[in-house]
DNA sequence: ATCATATACTTTGAATTTCAAAGTACTTTA
DNA sequence: TAAAGTACTTTGAAATTCAAAGTATATGAT
């Protein structure tokens, strides 16, 4: 019997891993404040989420200055956005069955 | 600035919990095999999700027994198929913004 | 000038959740 | 009647989630 739950990809099932990478396919770059305002959520609970993804290399974080400012900017890798797609396209096939 | 998983339930937002959702709005009933074998998880972990859906009043459980043998049969509440539906059509427009 | 408050994160660890191994209670097959 | 299978439940270790507190610097008020 077939598993209809298999394609579905772990690192993005949670609904603020979701919400990250959703922002970030569609804008190139977004930055440690506007992910936190976008989704609503703590600075631990976001810099834990953006570290799992981080780790399982589909986001990149670049560290800069903004005048004298820290400021972390996130985006989508390509491993990033084709795993993403493949797990979208799972979720609507199983929702659509 | 609007949260963007604002809608997302926390109860659905896992891929076993929203498997057997999916099962059960498509099918009046389904029983511990069947999910089991659909969802290809073992016993303990299926238990661990069906209990956290009844606690939420998603699902109902109802035992009985099959000739000698005990069944155990799962369907979507009334409560449970609306709150699906608004957690579906929230990670539907969460993906397509 | 300095004190309080704000910004931009990071660190930490408690609380919760996930998961599978082992257990219970039969039934079926050899 | 013994061994293996079915249908779950219980248990607790492991992993994950989360927010409080910490660090470092900036900005605004007195």
Do not use: C, W
Not at 40 to 58: C, F, I, P, Q, R
Request: net charge positive.
């Amino acid at each position: 019997m077939k598993n209809i739950i298999i394609n579905i990809n772990k690192v993005f099932d949670h609904r603020i891993r979701l919400g990250i990478m959703s922002i970030l396919v569609v804008n190139e770059y977004a930055d440690f404040k506007t992910l936190k305002e976008l989704l609503g959520v703590t600075d631990g609970n976001l810099a834990s989420h953006t570290k799992a993804l981080e780790k399982a290399t589909y986001i990149k974080v670049e560290k800069s200055f903004i005048g004298r400012k820290p400021n972390t900017k996130y985006s989508a890798t390509k491993i990033g956005r084709i795993d993403f797609k493949k797990h979208v396209e799972a979720i609507e096939k199983l929702l659509k069955q």
